[in-house]
C-alpha cells in the first residue's frame, strides 16, 4: 500500500542546534514530495516542495530538503533552529494527476530557548 | 495571494443535526478543492476531491451521504456533515489549487474549522 512515514513523532531542541527530519514514502513512478508546517494556532503553509531537477531543494526560512530516490526518502533540514521554528511538519507526497496529497503522521518539533 | 478561509472557525451543534462549513479561495479560481479531516496529535486524512461543476470523489471509508460536497464555483466549496453524531467531531480542513497558474500543482490550506458535536 501506498504510504509515507516520518520517523520522528516529537522532537525537542536548543536553539541554533540542527535540525533533520525524516521522511520516506511508498509510491512507484513520478511523485511530487512536499514539506508543510503548522505553527500552533495556524493553518498548513507550504515549507518547501521538489517536483523534478535539483533534488537538493531550498525552501522557505532557511529549510532545505533533499530528495534521494533510491531511498524514496525527502529529509527536511535546517542547519540552526530557531524557537520560532516550533511548529508541526508534515511531508506529503502527491502521486496523481489529481493533486492529491497523502500526508505522514506529522512530526512535532519544540525549540527551547 | 493564495489564500483561502473556511467559515466557521468553530461550530458546536446537537446530535442529529447538519453543519454546513464553506471553504473559499479569496484571490484565486480553484478548480480543485479538497477536503480533509484531522484528528488530534493526528496527520490530516484526504476525504474527498471536489472539481468546480463535478461531483466530488471520496476516499475508501467516507461515507458520501453524510459528508455532502458541493463545488459550485471556482471560489466556493461546502462539505455538509449531514446529521451529526459525536464521533464526527473534529478539525476539517480545505485546501485549493490553483489550476490557472504555475504553482498548479500546490495546494493552499484553509484554516480549518473545529466541529464539536455534542
Known amino acids: 500500500a501506498q504510504s509515507v512515514s516520518q520517523h520522528n513523532h516529537h522532537v525537542i531542541l536548543s536553539e541554533a542546534a540542527s535540525l533533520e527530519l525524516g521522511c520516506n514514502y511508498s509510491?512507484?513512478?513520478?511523485?511530487?514530495l512536499f514539506w508543510y508546517v503548522q505553527y500552533p494556532g495556524q493553518h498548513l503553509q507550504l515549507l518547501l516542495k521538489y517536483f523534478s531537477g535539483d533534488p537538493l531543494v531550498k525552501g522557505i526560512k532557511g529549510f532545505e530538503a533533499e530528495f534521494i530516490k533510491s531511498k524514496f526518502s525527502f529529509n527536511l533540514r535546517k542547519p540552526s533552529v530557531q524557537w520560532s521554528d516550533t511548529a508541526e511538519y508534515f511531508c506529503a507526497v502527491n502521486a496523481d494527476s489529481w493533486g492529491k496529497l497523502q500526508f505522514g503522521a506529522g512530526t512535532q518539533v519544540v525549540v527551547t530557548p | 495571494g493564495a489564500v483561502v478561509s473556511q467559515h466557521p472557525s468553530r461550530v458546536i451543534c446537537k446530535s442529529g443535526t447538519s453543519v454546513k462549513i464553506e471553504c473559499r479561495s479569496l484571490?484565486?479560481?480553484?478548480?480543485?478543492m479538497f477536503w480533509y479531516r484531522q484528528f488530534p496529535k493526528k496527520s490530516l486524512m484526504l476525504m474527498a476531491t471536489?472539481?468546480?461543476?463535478?461531483?466530488?470523489?471520496?476516499e475508501q471509508g467516507v461515507e458520501k451521504d453524510k459528508f455532502l460536497i458541493n463545488h459550485a464555483s471556482l471560489t466556493l466549496s461546502t462539505l455538509t456533515v449531514t446529521s451529526a453524531h459525536p464521533e464526527d467531531s473534529s478539525f476539517y480542513i480545505c485546501?485549493?489549487?490553483?489550476?490557472?497558474?504555475?504553482?498548479?500543482?500546490?495546494?493552499?490550506f484553509g484554516p480549518g474549522t473545529r466541529l464539536t458535536v455534542l
Open positions: 471536489s472539481n468546480e461543476g463535478s461531483k466530488a470523489t471520496y
Open positions: 509510491y512507484g513512478g513520478t511523485v511530487n
Open positions: 485546501s485549493a489549487r490553483d489550476g490557472g497558474s504555475p504553482r498548479g500543482d500546490e495546494q493552499f
Open positions: 484571490d484565486f479560481q480553484a478548480t480543485t
